[in-house]
């Protein structure tokens, strides 16, 4: 079974021994037990994602400050760009200030509403590029790179050491290494 799930609940189940293996964003503090072996696969640059007749469109150079007194479109909290968005946040003192008006479990919902002039998003490079066409044929988005403040979403896959591996497991782990790693 192909489970699809945010990162903090696919590391329950692995936890929970409810799955083989994860792959998983690794948000800045986040500690990887010893009992898991971690491949690290790629990584992924913040982005904000506006409408380009959105008055945030004309910062050049957004900063953290910017960012939170906008209405914030995000990705759900189990999320590990939601996840590593909330500690960066939190670790500039900036938490009270954030302006999180919703969130969404997929990345096209989220740019939908961005298309629809709800609010701005803060999300990952390949997310913005994966996406199907927003609900608004005219929504024209402007993506201002973030790595330099928020950095970047590292995934890897993780897996229990010294477990008996399922030939159909490691397959897929070997697949999965050699897909991502490509990119």
């Given amino acids: 079974s192909l489970i699809a799930a945010p ?6 189940l692995l936890e929970a021994e409810k799955a083989d293996l994860a792959v998983v964003g690794t948000p800045h503090g986040v500690v990887i037990p010893t009992r898991f072996e971690a491949t690290p696969l790629v990584r ?9 007749s959105h008055p945030f469109a004309k910062i050049k150079a957004p900063k953290l400050r910017d960012i939170v007194k906008q209405p914030l479109i995000l990705a759900g909290e189990d999320s590990s760009s939601r996840m590593q968005f909330d500690h960066l946040i939190a670790k500039a003192g900036l938490s ?12 096209t919902s989220i740019l939908n509403y961005v298309a629809l002039g709800m609010g701005i998003a803060v999300l990952t490079r390949p997310a913005t590029q994966a996406l199907h066409v927003p609900a608004d044929l005219n929504a024209h988005f402007i993506h201002r790179d973030l790595s330099n403040f928020l950095g970047y ?31």
């Avoid at 990162?7 to 329950?12: C, F, K, T, Y």
């Avoid at 591996?165 to 999965?176: A, D, G």
């Fill in 44 to 52: 992924y640059p913040f982005e904000v994602v506006c409408l380009e």
């Fill in 153 to 183: 979403d590292h995934v890897a896959l993780l897996h229990p050491k010294g477990r008996h591996e399922l030939s159909h497991v490691r397959v897929f782990r070997e697949l999965v290494i050699q897909g991502l790693r490509a990119e």
């Fill in 7 to 12: 990162s903090r609940i696919a590391w329950q």
């Fill in 96 to 107: 009270d200030q954030v302006n999180v008006i919703m969130t969404a479990g997929n990345v």
